[in-house]
Every structure is written in C-alpha cells, then in structure tokens.
C-alpha cells in the first residue's frame, strides 16, 4: 500500500510499504477515504534532521473499517469512522476527565513520532479501536467529509484553545494565528459567546474568512504595533482571552503584550521553544493565567458533531485545496509557502 514518509527537512515522498494488518485484539484496520496536511507537520518538514528510516506521517483521517480484533465492540466492519489525532482508550481516569491526550494506557500516544503507522496513507492499524474511534453518520462520500474530518484534529483544537481559556459570553478574545487552528478557534469563540474576537493575521484570504466564522476585527500588525493596535481596540487593557496558535516565542510575547489583567493565555499551537517568561514581571504580576495543551479532540466529537450535521457551521472551509496521493509532496511545499491554508488528501 502507499504511504506518506518524511526522510528529513523539504523531503517527504509517497511510497509503497508492507500492508497494514491486524495484531493485537483491540486493534481496527482502517481503509483511509480522507485525509490532510496539518500545519504541526511543517515543523519537522523544516527541521528535521536526514534520516535512513523515515517517519510515517499523517494524524488526521477518516476511514471506512476493514476488519476489527476480537476484542473490539463499539465499531464493526463497514463502519465510517473518524480517527482523533490522540489514541486513548476512552476509559482510563484521564480519559473519565476528558483529558484523552492524556490517557494512561501503554498503547496511548500520538500518531506522528509515537505511532507505527500515520493517517497519509491507504490504510492504518488503529490501536486501541473502541476507545479511539467515532463511528459516523454519514456515507463515504458525503458533502460533509471535509467538515467532519476537522473533528479529528483543528476543529477540536480551536474549539479546546476557546474553553481552555474560558470563553463565554461577553469574553473578548485575540486570537494569534491565521492557520486552521487559529481560525476554528475563532469560530469555536463565537460558539462560546464572545463578545469581541480580534484575529492576528497577516493574509488577507485567510482573514476573510476569520471574518466569516466571527471575528470582530483583524490586526495585520505584529510585536508592539500590533499589541498598542490590540490595546486601542479593546479600551487599553487588552483581552480576557487570548489563544496562541502558532507556538513560537514571539507568538507568546505577543500575548503576554494584549493579554488583560486577570486573564488567560490558551496555548495549543505546538510550542517551538522550551522557555518563556512566567515570573513576577509577566504572568504572575496581573494574576494572568497559562493554559491549554495538546487537545484531547477525542472528549469534543460528540459536542461538535451535531452543528457540522445540521449545517449549522462548516469548518471544512478551512481546506483550500485537495490532492490526492501524487501531489501530497507538493501540498506539503505549498502550505509552508503558504500558497495553501490546508490540503485535503483523498487516495
């Protein structure tokens, strides 16, 4: 079968590798029908050292099951499934807490680095099945596939980064980053009842749709232009919110510079540093608080489903372009040129 392999920075390839086939009982084996590009996949695609044994990528996929282990209940052959970018077993304590990302089960982790297989693929052995997988409503086919796939990762991440940091209603919030992420954080915001949703971006196309999922006013200023541009538009003191999804130290300064006194800073954007100012002088002066993390996507499928099924929202306009296994490289190329927001990979 084919798959998506990353050898090193800028060298990914699609290649044919041993058929992925049942081995323990609690195992499903997905027949993959769509799948994406993810912006945290640029971060190695920029960095990552050459290597003679490439990582399997992908962690963002929908599937139709092919077979199931013994031990498997909840889905069956047949079965239109959506995979979450964290296995779990849906049971552990953490998991009881909607903490999925965090599930203590030795067969837990995430796809990309920790499992043996990724979502770029034909087909994929999905670990810990029951706990991990959510059977859809839907045909192969549907209109809705794309929206629907977002459940898997972006669209819970924004939504996760929203109630992390609290929102409700009359929150104003800044959101840093015009990704996928960032821009389903704006939707997930106005969901929550924001009452001002100020989007840091700097392009245009990627804005205008910000303004359709929500938000209020756009800011194309970056470091203190942009902070002083934040602060006028929310009387001088800044938002009760802010969501940082990008992960880059100057993303962070930046919300330390429009964050309000008393207020949150929701991380989900992979963080691409280890340090970052949380003394006397940032965080802790104005009792700001930190929060947010890898989000356990698996614990909002079943809040978010309803509205993609009614045709309430559409997330899946975050997916500008699709391709299909032949030109999964040059998708790759595209979005960290950003001449792409996200790419859709149907096989």
């Given at each position: 079968?084919?798959?998506?392999?990353?050898?090193?920075?800028?060298?990914?390839?699609?290649?044919?590798?041993?058929?992925?086939?049942?081995?323990?009982?609690?195992?499903?084996?997905?027949?993959?029908?769509?799948?994406?590009?993810?912006?945290?996949?640029?971060?190695?695609?920029?960095?990552?050292?050459p290597s003679s044994r490439p990582e399997r990528m992908g962690h963002e996929f929908i599937g139709v099951v092919e077979d199931v282990g013994s031990e498997v209940g909840t889905v069956r052959r047949g079965d239109l499934v959506v995979v979450p970018f964290a296995i779990s077993d849906n049971t552990c304590e953490f998991c009881r807490e909607s903490l999925h990302s965090s599930c203590s089960h030795p067969q837990a982790?995430?796809?990309?680095?920790?499992?043996?297989e990724g979502g770029q693929s034909e087909a994929v052995r999905v670990p810990l099945a029951d706990g991990t997988l959510v059977k859809l409503p839907v045909a192969?086919?549907?209109?809705?596939?794309?929206?629907?796939?977002?459940?898997?990762?972006?669209?819970?991440?924004?939504?996760?980064?929203?109630?992390?940091?609290?929102?409700?209603?009359?929150?104003?919030?800044?959101?840093?980053?015009?990704?996928?992420?960032?821009?389903?954080?704006?939707?997930?915001?106005?969901?929550?009842?924001?009452?001002?949703?100020?989007?840091?971006?700097?392009?245009?196309?990627?804005?205008?749709?910000?303004?359709?999922?929500?938000?209020?006013?756009?800011?194309?200023?970056?470091?203190?232009?942009?902070v002083e541009t934040v602060r006028e538009l929310t009387g001088g003191h800044g938002t009760h919110v802010v969501i940082d999804a990008v992960g880059a130290r100057l993303a962070y300064e930046q919300a330390l510079g429009v964050v309000r006194r008393g207020g949150v800073i929701s991380r989900v954007g992979v963080p691409q540093y280890e340090e970052a100012p949380v003394g006397f002088g940032s965080l802790f002066r104005h009792n700001i608080r930190l929060a947010g993390g890898p989000a356990p996507t698996r614990a909002h499928i079943e809040t978010l489903m309803p509205s993609i099924?009614?045709?309430?929202?559409?997330?899946?306009?975050?997916?500008?372009?699709?391709?299909?296994?032949?030109?999964?490289?040059?998708?790759?190329?595209?979005m960290a040129d950003r001449r792409s927001l996200k790419v859709l990979i149907k096989p």
């Open positions: 079968m084919r798959a998506t392999l990353m050898y090193g920075a800028g060298d990914v390839r699609v290649e044919n590798v041993p058929d992925s086939v049942i081995k323990l009982p609690t195992d499903a084996l997905v027949r993959v029908t769509a799948s994406c590009v993810c912006g945290t996949d640029l971060h190695p695609y920029g960095s990552m050292k982790g995430f796809w990309d680095g920790e499992a043996e192969p086919d549907s209109a809705l596939i794309p929206s629907l796939l977002t459940l898997s990762d972006v669209f819970g991440t924004g939504y996760h980064a929203a109630v992390a940091g609290g929102v409700r209603e009359r929150t104003r919030v800044t959101v840093i980053g015009d990704g996928a992420v960032g821009l389903l954080a704006v939707l997930s915001a106005r969901r929550l009842g924001a009452e001002q949703i100020i989007l840091m971006g700097r392009h245009q196309a990627r804005t205008d749709l910000g303004r359709e999922f929500g938000a209020t006013d756009v800011v194309s200023a970056r470091g203190a232009e942009g099924l009614d045709g309430t929202i559409e997330p899946g306009r975050v997916f500008d372009a699709t391709t299909d296994f032949a030109g999964v490289p040059a998708a790759y190329q595209d």
